[in-house]
């Protein structure tokens, strides 16, 4: 019975071995907190309606905008220095206990005027911030492909929560009383506090290291500024702004009518209960059976106006006819649709948007954006409506335009999305020329043809994004992929079709069980071991102990890879022994080649597994003579994510054949791994070579640390380390323009490299003037190619020194118009080299072009000559004072070359 049950939740919900328990503590979760969200919100609204009227309720939206900025700037704060489970069940344990209050206080009748409107406010926060802190929550206990297949399970706790909490408002407001449900809604709220605390203890700090944990924590540092610079963000904030106004005056609508009709307090908790209980059913079917076939058939774009044209038509009802059926129609259909087919559109908008960008963006759209867009109700409320005493069916007038309003941002954010996909695609392939359909209203027939004809970097970029966001109407497309030349396309196919749950492709996958590419039997394992359901476990052994080691060690690293966050399944498969197993092989094994396949496999796996007893393991291989086990060495202990590994990565990186690998590591760590690297860089013993790799590091993380990781380096004696920094910290400019880059502090440096051009172009003249003279003898000619070797040198610097001038031009300046400046004056056309020095001339404020205008005209120049000097107002040393100055210099080349040349004249004299 207990397997069959098993059996079919498996099939229903696709919830798989070890996952289980997580998913229903994490529903459960969302149940509670809704349903008491759903107790507690009709009581505060039926009490707020009847003891202080609905004329007052305007000022409440506005009270609760003020108060959620305000607390959104406490709370981002805090986010940045509490561990995020203290701040949710301090939440949580709060809501509690002013419940609690609330209740006491409803029982001696002690509640009036301030203490409505401040537990009203408080109920709305509660709301909109409790839901916020889940999904933030669940982003941590679920990995990308747990959460694809089981947000859906989750969130329908919440549709469930709402039913419940509503029908039992519903039920027991009359029979109870208003004050005893707030004791309801406070006992189901508590039980949020353990499982809370249980998910975490035993899903995250049990399994997760903390560098896991804080990669999928949300950065909300600067989100305004993120939503200002992007046109889509900010036209998809507006949308979301712009629903939220209306629907606060649509509840306003609601509200009046219904207080107007309904006199009794407890009839009209009972009333807002059963109601929201209704709307919380249709939305829930409305889910089910409808929202998937209307965003199928009618596209992302289309689909945005079901809900304001629903609106639009319940405001024309209730204007013409101001009954509570009217009522309920208008507030019906804002509550079905806005939760389902309009919810559903609205996030495959964010399909475009980078990941990072979207997660620091979404608490402040769901919290601030929304809070404000409430307080903004409220003013219209009250100014209008209250001011000049209108009744509750006038709204309507007001809505009608703010819905045109809404139908404009529609259509802007329709272009903005597929202008951010084109953008997307294009910036994957600059080389070419990506003719894709973008024009109409769904990118789906785009997508096929890429899919079906584009280059295999094109079509590599759109299965990474199915991966995010599968479609079953591409899956033909995908299925065709299976056969492509190429391999990396084969395992990106396969990969993508491990999200299309809805099929079972196990017998069209099993073959590549066999494929002589050892990329492709772990992406066809990692299908099958979740997507052969009849028989899973079986299927899964037999892999695990298949004579071909190749096989079996790519079954091995698959099951490492599934269980990585699931002890449950690691354990029902024995995975740690079977590595111990691997390992124990090694010694029996002869052959090099296998013996080497077998570390390799063993590694891989050992990294996934994240289990702490495998690390010494992982460190020994570090020291394997083969460079291949090495770096495998290296990427498992990325891996782990553990920082037992950080120092010993770090310090790989000054090895050349190893670099890479140690860099690709620590980015995995993602952007906490900037604090260990600051450390390394203030250290004295710390190596330029590696110093130049954490520029590369850094410039993957749109973070302020990366950028004053950065910054700290343009200090630094290495000029190469110095260019690096710069080279990053221009692609963080382009791409992050909210960070902060220290303009003064940049013009500094500007001036410096600006001083180190002159006084470079002096010696380089000096030495050029020198080595004119013709004169000839075997030492007089030792000493010509030791200074013609300078001249290169210093030529080479001049160079180099241009690019660190330009790029922190590109700090203080937009980079998209720096950058090609440089590019352009490095040209063989003339032409192409003036026209960049006269946009420069026109582009740089009064005070650097004076420094900088003489400085680039140099480049023009055939050759160097003493006027050239003067014009810049130079003074020419000699010869002495030209080796002094290249002397104290933090280029060693060039020292070893003077020092040389130094001895030959002496020589020579």
């Known amino acids: 019975m207990r397997e069959s049950l098993q059996t079919f939740i498996r099939q229903v919900f696709d919830i798989r071995e070890g996952e289980g328990q997580r998913a229903f503590l994490m529903q459960l979760n969302i149940f509670?907190?809704?349903?008491?969200?759903?107790?507690?919100?009709?009581?505060?609204?039926?009490?707020?309606?009847?003891?202080?009227?609905?004329?007052?309720?305007?000022?409440?939206?506005?009270?609760?905008?003020?108060?959620?900025?305000?607390?959104?700037?406490i709370y981002t704060r805090l986010l940045g220095k509490t561990p995020l489970n203290r701040i949710i069940l301090t939440t949580l344990f709060v809501s509690v206990l002013l419940f609690i209050l609330f209740g006491i206080l409803l029982k001696f009748n002690a509640v009036g005027g301030w203490v409505l409107y401040a537990f009203y406010i408080w109920v709305a926060v509660f709301g909109v911030l409790t839901a916020s802190q889940f999904w933030i929550i669940a982003n941590v206990v679920f990995n990308a492909r747990e959460a694809k297949r089981l947000f859906g399970f989750i969130g329908s706790g919440a549709i469930a929560g709402g039913i419940f909490g509503g029908y039992l408002t519903t039920i027991l407001a009359e029979a109870l009383g208003s004050e005893n449900l707030i004791f309801i809604g406070a006992g189901m709220l508590a039980l949020c506090i353990p499982i809370t605390t249980f998910i975490w203890e035993k899903n995250v700090v049990k399994v997760q290291t903390k560098f896991q944990r804080r990669k999928k924590i949300a950065n909300t540092d600067h989100p305004f500024k993120l939503i200002r610079k992007s046109a889509h963000l900010s036209f998809l904030a507006s949308i979301i702004g712009i629903s939220v106004i209306v629907a606060k005056l649509v509840d306003y609508q609601f509200s009046a009518i219904a207080a107007d009709k309904i006199q009794d307090p407890d009839e009209l908790t009972a009333f807002f209960g059963f109601w929201f209980s209704n709307f919380n059913v249709i939305s829930l079917l409305v889910q089910l059976i409808l929202t998937r076939r209307i965003v199928g058939t009618f596209g992302i774009g289309s689909s945005l106006l079901f809900l304001p044209f629903t609106i639009l038509l319940g405001a024309v009802f209730v204007f013409f006819a101001p009954e509570l059926w009217a009522a309920i129609f208008i507030k019906m259909g804002d509550g079905s649709l806005k939760q389902s087919v309009n919810k559903a559109s609205v996030e495959l908008l964010a399909l475009p948007v980078p990941g990072e960008i979207k997660n620091q963006t979404k608490t402040f759209i769901d919290v601030v954006v929304d809070s404000i867009a409430t307080g903004i109700s409220g003013i219209i409320l009250i100014f209008v409506v209250n001011g000049l005493d209108l009744k509750a069916y006038f709204i309507s007038l007001i809505i009608i335009p703010l819905i045109g309003l809404w139908l404009f941002f529609v259509m802007k954010v329709r272009q903005t999305y597929l202008h951010a996909f084109r953008h997307n695609l294009a910036k994957r392939n600059p080389e070419e020329d990506l003719d894709l359909d973008l024009s109409n209203t769904s990118v789906l027939g785009s997508l096929k043809k890429v899919l079906e004809s584009g280059s295999e970097s094109q079509?590599?970029?759109?299965?990474?994004?199915?991966?995010?966001?599968?479609?079953?109407?591409?899956?033909?497309?995908?299925?065709?992929?299976?056969?492509?030349?190429?391999?990396?396309?084969?395992?990106?196919?396969?990969?993508?079709?491990?999200?299309?749950?809805?099929?079972?492709?196990?017998?069209?996958?099993?073959?590549?069980?066999?494929?002589?590419?050892?990329?492709?039997?772990?992406?066809?394992?990692?299908?099958?071991?979740?997507?052969?359901?009849?028989?899973?476990?079986?299927?899964?052994?037999?892999?695990?102990?298949?004579?071909?080691?190749?096989?079996?060690?790519?079954?091995?690293?698959?099951?490492?890879?599934?269980?990585?966050?699931?002890?449950?399944?690691?354990?029902?498969?024995?995975?740690?022994?079977?590595?111990?197993?691997?390992?124990?092989?090694?010694?029996?094994?002869?052959?090099?080649?296998?013996k080497d396949f077998y570390k390799i496999g063993a590694l891989k796996a050992m990294g996934l597994a994240r289990i702490s007893d495998f690390f010494p393991a992982i460190e020994q291989f570090l020291e394997d003579p083969n460079p291949d086990v090495v770096k495998q060495a290296i990427l498992s202990a990325g891996d782990s994510l553990d920082n037992y590994f950080i120092p010993g990565l770090i310090q790989y990186m000054a090895f050349p054949d190893f670099a890479s690998e140690a860099r690709r590591s620590l980015i995995k760590y993602g952007k906490e791994i900037i604090a260990p690297l600051s450390d390394y860089i203030q250290d004295d013993k710390s190596q330029p070579e590696i110093i130049q790799q954490i520029t590369l590091i850094a410039q993957n993380f749109g973070t302020q640390p990366s950028v004053d990781l950065l910054l700290s380096l343009l200090k630094h004696t290495s000029a190469k380390v110095r260019l690096s920094a710069l080279r990053a910290l221009?692609?963080?400019?382009?791409?992050?323009?909210?960070?902060?880059?220290?303009?003064?502090?940049?013009?500094?440096?500007?001036?410096?490299?600006?001083?180190?051009?002159?006084?470079?172009?002096?010696?380089?003249?000096?030495?050029?003037?020198?080595?004119?003279?013709?004169?000839?003898?075997p030492k007089i000619n030792e000493v010509q190619a030791l200074r013609q070797n300078l001249i290169n040198l210093l030529e080479s610097r001049l160079n180099t020194n241009l690019e660190r001038i330009f790029r922190l031009l590109g700090l203080k300046y937009p980079p998209e118009d720096i950058l090609p400046i440089y590019e352009n004056i490095q040209s063989e056309h003339m032409d192409l080299r003036a026209n960049a020095l006269e946009y420069l001339d026109n582009l740089l404020d009064s005070g650097l072009k004076k420094v900088l205008i003489p400085i680039v005209e140099t480049t023009l120049l055939e050759a160097l000559s003493e006027s050239a000097i003067k014009d810049l107002d130079l003074k020419i040393p000699d010869e002495d004072q030209c080796f002094q100055l290249l002397l104290v210099s933090d280029d060693n080349e060039v020292k070893e070359t003077v020092t040389h040349l130094k001895k030959a004249i002496s020589a020579n004299t």
Do not use: C
């Open 459 to 594: 079509i590599l970029y759109v299965l990474k994004k199915l991966k995010l966001q599968p479609d079953d109407r591409l899956s033909d497309s995908v299925i065709q992929l299976l056969t492509h030349p190429s391999v990396s396309v084969q395992i990106e196919a396969i990969r993508v079709l491990y999200f299309f749950k809805q099929l079972n492709l196990s017998e069209l996958i099993l073959p590549f069980t066999r494929h002589s590419n050892q990329g492709v039997k772990i992406a066809a394992f990692d299908y099958l071991i979740v997507h052969e359901r009849s028989q899973s476990s079986q299927l899964v052994n037999d892999f695990l102990n298949h004579e071909d080691y190749h096989i079996s060690l790519a079954a091995l690293v698959s099951l490492a890879a599934e269980s990585r966050t699931n002890p449950i399944l690691k354990g029902s498969y024995d995975l740690e022994n079977r590595i111990w197993q691997v390992l124990y092989q090694l010694k029996e094994i002869d052959s090099p080649s296998r």
């Open 730 to 777: 221009n692609q963080l400019k382009v791409q992050y323009q909210y960070l902060y880059f220290r303009d003064k502090e940049v013009m500094k440096y500007i001036l410096d490299e600006a001083r180190l051009y002159q006084d470079t172009l002096t010696i380089l003249y000096v030495q050029n003037h020198v080595n004119s003279k013709k004169r000839s003898s």
């Open 32 to 73: 509670l907190i809704i349903s008491t969200l759903l107790v507690v919100k009709p009581t505060v609204n039926g009490l707020f309606l009847s003891e202080i009227g609905v004329q007052k309720l305007p000022v409440t939206f506005v009270l609760v905008a003020i108060v959620a900025v305000i607390f959104s700037t």
